[in-house]
């Protein structure tokens, strides 16, 4: 995204995003290794359709954006920092389209979803995840010119997505698994709060109301989940 040169005298925040530009790609390839990314050397169920590829292309391009827009302001490329913004935007667009599509064909049309779940329940997930980062990227472009609300809201972007690998880390018993998905990304985003706050001895007002509102949605969308109004409209959808 487009961001000014005061970037470049924040050098404090340099360890935390460089540890973002590490742990997301990171989490996500284990996440993903054996049920994606390396599914050929195990013995897994193969993806549904093709669909799925294109959202798993999207997803991973996504990541690599992360990093790279990183790895640019750390080399003080910030001219194609900001080209690359425009590129950006383009490529959120594709994350939200390919994402719900992939979701509504995977929960809705064939009806899949992790054992004891109703798919028309956990499709809230997904819907919820793309509204969080749709209100993250377009606040991240609203502060295009503040460098530090910027850099918050696009890091908010990745901790929003890192549920989904982290539940496919399996080290944790089942019965575990939504509270370990959830409360690692929420862990980790807490201790980068915490870190900030006290490099900077002040609160950052967007980076606590981002995490505010990304823990709030999570206990929200699991009770929406099971409510008549949200069972009528996925059947509706379905239909």
Known sequence: MAINANLLRRPSDRGLFLTAAILFPLLVLVGYFKSYYFSAFFDVR?????????????MTLWVVYFTAQIALIRSKNV?????????????????????MVTAYDSHLVRGAAP????????????????????????????????????????????????PAAVARIPLVPAKFMLLWAYGVPD???LIGF??????????????????????????????????????QLAAWLAS
């Open 46 to 58: 193969p993806v549904a359709n093709a669909l799925v590829h294109v959202h798993a292309a999207v």
């Open 79 to 99: 001219k194609l920092h900001m080209t690359m913004g425009m590129a950006g935007i383009a490529l959120a667009v594709l994350v939200v389209v390919v994402g």
């Open 115 to 162: 054992p004891g779940m109703n798919p028309h329940q956990f499709f809230v997930i997904p819907v919820f995840d793309m509204s969080l980062f749709v209100t993250f990227f377009a606040g991240a472009i609203y502060y295009r010119k503040r460098p530090a609300e910027h850099k918050i809201l696009m890091l908010m972007t990745a901790i929003n997505f890192l």
């Open 187 to 189: 862990l980790i985003v």
């Open 194 to 231: 915490t870190w900030y706050t006290a490099k900077h001895r002040k609160l950052n007002k967007v980076f606590a109301a981002g995490i505010l509102l990304l823990i709030a949605s999570q206990p929200l969308r699991f009770a929406l989940a099971g409510s008549k109004i949200w069972l």
